[in-house]
């Protein structure tokens, strides 16, 4: 990227990937291997890690050690915050380096889709999937290879060179989720799953009623459950 000079956009989500691509980032700047600004427009990820800040005690135990004695994973020299629309409009006009870090993750909503519109035609951009991309999303389609696709209703020649990151999900795992609710202490009767593709949805409650007798739950959207 920094020998093409290209621009690359990481689209993100508030909670999770987001502090994922900052804590690495991070790592890196600390490494003196990042020699390129970060820019983080997406304001709700950014209150969402002020959130992470005031708990940092929470991290795993190296990085609350880390915070604790005043170096935040989360922090570091090269990043920087875009809190105004007139800072969007210097970044499009800028042709330097810079990683992006934009909201929303499926690319279907938020200060994202003004960084693809101008990023998708021009062959010098980069535009980064971090785990999973739901159907039906912008973002499913640019992993899909798609050439052509809508933002928000125009139409769109993707030129951009697209990658995929696998396992960056901000999300637990079908065994960490079965793990964490095998330990509830006053354990629920009813688990509603209400979030995910189906296939992995019905895997999931096979496996949580294998575990107890627990009655699993796979709501669509716009149903109402009678608790």
Known sequence: AFSKNRRVLFPTFAIGRAQNFLYR?????RANKLH?????????????TGVYRRYSEQYRPELA?????GDDPLDFDELHYISKRREMKEIKRSREPAFVMAGS??????????????????????????????????????ANGEREVSVEGTKIQVEAQILSLEGMSGHADGGTIVDWVHGIQDAPSIIML???????????????????????????GEERVEL
């Open 65 to 69: 050690r880390q915070a604790q004695a």
């Open 105 to 142: 993750g499926f690319c279907d909503g938020g200060p994202v889709m003004e960084h693809l519109r101008h990023g998708l035609p021009n062959p010098d951009y980069t535009v980064v999937l971090g785990g999973f991309t739901a159907p039906d999303t912008l973002s499913r389609a640019l």
């Open 25 to 29: 980032f991070g790592k890196l700047s």
């Open 36 to 48: 390129v600004p970060v820019l983080f427009d997406a304001p709700t990820a950014i209150f969402a």
């Open 194 to 220: 209400n979030h995910g593709e189906d296939e992995s949805r019905l895997a999931l409650a096979k496996r949580l009623e294998a575990v107890r007798d627990w009655q699993v739950l796979r709501t669509a």
